[in-house]
């Protein structure tokens, strides 16, 4: 695991833009991994200006989103596929039919997770995946608990989800108690993994999964595992490593 202190948060989100372009760049038809969040913002902020600048090209990109939210359509301005429209596929030249982000559609979801495992399978894989972290160590919607989920499943939210995410709603009550995830195994499976945290309030979090042991009680541990993550944290969040 490499780990970057910055700044601030804007720099964190140039160098991890960096990381992105420098893929987009090598190989043109990369599969990239998105994370929704407020964390992520300025990555993607960084890369619709190197768009902008003509320095990258997204035309045949195919990027996989970690998680949605159950119970709420596409259209709410809280769902994810949503998020990502507004701040990042909309803003770049990205091909709208190389997008997926996971959404129990059938009636069975069971078969929609393992759909979208599928299909991330079949496009190669994911080459670069972002990752934010919970307050609890959640990495995607993969909250704590007795085992590291493997593949893409539907999962209750946790209290501790729950109320660091209803200030995206109008009230606790709003915000859906249940998530489409990508599993642990399907994010271990990604070559290459930036995680970014940012604030003071993360910083037992990414204590945890730095120096902690790796148990399921702390979802991110598991990352001390993967052979390529880099984490890039400001003062804050790195304040108890
Ligand atoms: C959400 C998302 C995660 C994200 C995390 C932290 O619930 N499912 O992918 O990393 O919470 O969010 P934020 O970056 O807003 O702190």
Same mark, same amino acid.
């Given at each position: 695991?490499?780990?970057?202190?910055? @700044?601030?948060?804007?720099?964190? *989100?140039?160098?991890?833009?960096?990381?992105?372009?420098?893929?987009?760049?090598?190989?043109?038809?990369?599969?990239?991994?998105?994370?929704? *969040?407020?964390?992520?913002?300025?990555?993607?902020?960084?890369?619709?200006?190197?768009?902008?600048?003509?320095?990258?090209?997204?035309?045949?990109?195919?990027? /996989?989103?970690?998680?949605?939210?159950?119970?709420?359509?596409?259209?709410?301005?809280?769902?994810?596929?949503?998020?990502? /429209?507004?701040?990042?596929?909309?803003?770049?030249?990205?091909?709208? @039919?190389?997008?997926?982000?996971?959404?129990?559609?059938?009636?069975?979801?069971?078969?929609?997770?393992?759909?979208?495992?599928?299909?991330?399978?079949?496009?190669?894989?994911?080459?670069?995946?972002?990752? *934010?972290?919970?307050?609890?160590?959640?990495? +995607? /919607?993969?909250?704590?608990?007795?085992?590291?989920?493997?593949?893409?499943?539907?999962?209750?939210?946790?209290?501790?989800?729950?109320?660091?995410?209803?200030?995206?709603?109008?009230?606790?009550?709003?915000?859906?108690?249940?998530?489409?995830?990508?599993?642990?195994?399907?994010?271990?499976?990604?070559?290459?993994?930036?995680?970014?945290?940012?604030?003071?309030?993360?910083?037992?979090?990414?204590?945890?999964?730095?120096? *902690? @042991?790796?148990?399921?009680?702390?979802? +991110?541990?598991?990352?001390?595992?993967?052979?390529?993550?880099?984490? /890039?944290?400001?003062? @804050?969040?790195?304040?108890?490593?």
């Amino acid at each position: 695991m490499k780990i970057h202190v910055y @700044e601030d948060a804007a720099k964190i *989100g140039k160098a991890a833009a960096l990381i992105f372009a420098a893929k987009i760049i090598e190989k043109p038809d990369c599969v990239l991994g998105f994370a929704t *969040g407020s964390t992520p913002l300025p990555m993607y902020e960084a890369l619709v200006e190197l768009r902008n600048l003509g320095l990258i090209n997204f035309s045949l990109a195919r990027t /996989f989103n970690l998680d949605e939210y159950a119970g709420i359509d596409r259209s709410h301005e809280q769902s994810y596929y949503r998020f990502m /429209f507004d701040n990042l596929f909309s803003k770049v030249n990205i091909n709208p @039919e190389n997008v997926m982000v996971p959404y129990p559609v059938s009636a069975n979801p069971d078969d929609d997770c393992k759909a979208y495992d599928a299909t991330i399978d079949a496009a190669g894989g994911i080459d670069l995946q972002i990752l *934010g972290i919970g307050h609890n160590g959640h990495i +995607a /919607f993969n909250e704590p608990g007795y085992v590291f989920p493997a593949g893409t499943h539907i999962v209750d939210l946790s209290d501790s989800t729950i109320e660091a995410n209803k200030r995206f709603f109008a009230s606790a009550d709003e915000v859906p108690r249940q998530a489409i995830t990508m599993g642990i195994g399907s994010i271990m499976k990604a070559r290459e993994i930036v995680l970014i945290a940012t604030g003071r309030g993360k910083a037992e979090a990414v204590s945890a999964m730095i120096n *902690g @042991e790796i148990d399921p009680m702390c979802p +991110a541990s598991i990352l001390q595992l993967h052979p390529a993550v880099t984490v /890039f944290l400001d003062k @804050e969040a790195a304040a108890l490593i």
